[in-house]
């Protein structure tokens, strides 16, 4: 796989919330904040559950764990999202199986991606998508998928430190739209972005 | 809301899923006549009652599943089967 051309985000500064509202961004002790994240590398794995590549990725549909500091999200049951460092990410796609019905995507700059992190960060979802964000349904670890502010997002809860912590990632083109929508519905619980 | 129970994903608003339709057996392009397909593609039965049809999760797990859903309460009665353990497509 060639290597990457230079990254540019889909997120435009300075801020400015869906309603129009500028927001200014704020250090990392903000009680809740909005970080872009779209310049990590994501790889996107489909894999048929009779291949190698399957159990090798071992991470159930709807879990997640991390591998040699790259996060393995279950997206959907033969899809998994690989999110980390490009060196460490490359390394572990590199040392999956391709045997069989194997496919790997490089979806770094095809797809956005946001960390939302606070204790009332479930309660920003919960303005915007249908899912349940209680503790017992989607524990630190749990992805899923659905509609956030009507838009198709992989969503993997990954707590910082014991914070609740959300990566939400979108197609690029839905970047903009969807960060903007995301400060908005964060500004009652006082939402900053990073 | 009509809440849509599927298989991969649990229970999601009907609005993360699309509708395919009633669900039916293909008729074999082989050996179906004209009659056969015309029923196939524009047909509906439509009863005031049990319906089995097909469901997309486009936002969850992307799979088709097939559901009986009673058309005048709207619930579910089954659980949904995968199309895939079907053998068919919708």
């Known amino acids: 796989m060639a290597e990457s051309p230079a990254f540019e985000s889909p997120v435009s500064t300075p801020y400015v919330s869906y309603g129009g509202v500028p927001i200014e961004p704020s250090g990392p002790g903000s009680p809740l904040t909005l970080q872009d994240h779209s310049s990590t590398t994501k790889f996107i794995v489909r894999a048929g559950s009779e291949t190698n590549a399957f159990r090798q990725l071992s991470t159930p549909f709807a879990t997640s764990r991390t591998e040699d500091g790259v996060l393995i999200a279950g997206q959907r049951p033969d899809e998994w999202f690989l999110v980390g460092r490009e060196q460490a990410v490359r390394a572990l796609a590199g040392r999956l199986d391709r045997t069989g019905h194997v496919s790997l995507i490089d979806g770094t700059h095809g797809r956005a991606m946001f960390r939302l992190t606070g204790a009332g960060s479930a309660l920003v979802l919960e303005k915007l998508c249908g899912l349940d964000w209680n503790d017992h349904m989607t524990p630190d670890g749990a992805a899923v998928s659905g509609s956030v502010a009507k838009v198709t997002c992989d969503i993997v809860r990954n707590d910082l430190d014991g914070v609740p912590s959300y990566l939400i990632s979108c197609d690029r083109s839905f970047g903009q739209y969807l960060f903007d929508v995301i400060l908005d519905a964060g500004q009652e619980f006082g939402i900053q972005p990073l | ?90």
């Open chain 2, 1 to 90: 809301m009509l809440i849509v129970p599927c298989p991969n994903c649990g229970p999601r608003n009907a609005a993360d899923l699309r509708y395919v339709g009633e669900s039916r057996p293909r008729p074999d392009p082989n050996s179906a006549s004209a009659k056969e397909w015309r029923a196939y593609l524009y047909e509906r039965a439509n009863p005031a009652g049990m319906l089995r049809e097909t469901w997309y999760c486009r936002s969850g797990c992307r799979r088709y599943f097939v559901l009986e859903r009673d058309t005048v309460s709207n619930e579910f009665t089954n659980p949904p089967t995968p199309v895939a353990k079907l053998g068919k497509r919708p």
